[in-house]
């Protein structure tokens, strides 16, 4: 534990988050609520020690069970699509939560974030992670996101961190008239896909080309 805090203080240094954040910008992303938010978070602390020195690459990374962090740049556009339709987003549900991370930028940005992830020790890693940074307005359910989580429904936004070929049609039942879900989508080739609830259907966006680990069955 000493060495991680000792070796983190140049490796994850304020500067170096700063130096994110000027990518980040620089890629386009404009929300500076979200900046602010991303420069805040200690993306270093959600993963392994020996990979913390490299947390504010511009690059996905290993969290173990043959998943991964989202780069920060994805982090940041997903919140960015999700907040531009939807300012003041009281509910999020949020599919995969792996790690954690995005589940920390999304509950700096919004009133509560309810949480689901399938393999069991990300689950309870995460939840002990985001506790000990404090975040409070955050649920967790151990589930497979196929479901949704019907207790708490509709959602303002839902947002997917694994790919499904297809939407689950309880995700879109689940979501509010003028609700957002942000998520990537299809097998080989995936897109980002921002989908707007409306009173009468849906409407959808298809943006970039993005790659993502496969939305599963079941849990683990
Ligand atoms: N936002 C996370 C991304 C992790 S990778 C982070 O930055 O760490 C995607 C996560 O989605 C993995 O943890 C994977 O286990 C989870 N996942 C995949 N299919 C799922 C499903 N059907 N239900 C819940 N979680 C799922």
Redesign the pocket.
């Given at each position: 534990m000493m060495s991680l805090s000792v070796q983190g203080m140049g490796m994850t240094s304020l500067r170096t988050r700063e130096r994110m954040i000027k990518r980040l910008s620089e890629q386009g992303i404009k929300n500076k609520r979200l900046l602010e938010v991303m420069r805040d978070t200690p993306r270093h602390i959600?993963m392994d020690e020996a990979l913390s020195s490299r947390a504010y690459e511009d690059t996905?990374l290993p969290?173990g069970?043959?998943?991964?962090?989202?780069q920060p740049y994805i982090?940041a556009k997903m919140t960015e699509l999700l907040l531009e339709t939807h300012p003041l987003v009281g509910k999020v549900l949020?599919?995969?939560?792996?790690?954690?991370?995005?589940?920390a930028i999304l509950a700096q940005l919004v009133d509560h974030v309810y949480s689901?992830?399938?393999?069991l020790p990300?689950h309870k890693k995460?939840q002990q992670d985001l506790w000990d940074l404090k975040h409070k307005n955050i649920s967790y359910l151990y589930?497979?996101?196929?479901l949704g989580w019907p207790d708490y429904a509709p959602y303002d936004a839902i947002i997917?961190?694994?790919a499904?070929v297809e939407i689950?049609p309880q995700l879109l039942q689940q979501l509010a008239i003028g609700g957002v879900m942000v998520l990537p989508l299809g097998a080989g080739q995936q897109n980002l896909q921002r989908i707007t609830r409306t009173e009468t259907g849906f409407d959808i966006e298809k943006l970039e080309a993005v790659t993502?680990?496969?939305?599963?069955?079941?849990?683990?």
């Open positions: 959600f996905s969290i069970y043959n998943q991964t962090i989202s982090v949020e599919i995969g939560t792996g790690c954690g991370y995005q589940t689901i992830e399938r393999i990300l995460a589930g497979d996101g196929h997917a961190t694994a499904p689950p993502f680990v496969p939305f599963l069955t079941g849990k683990e």
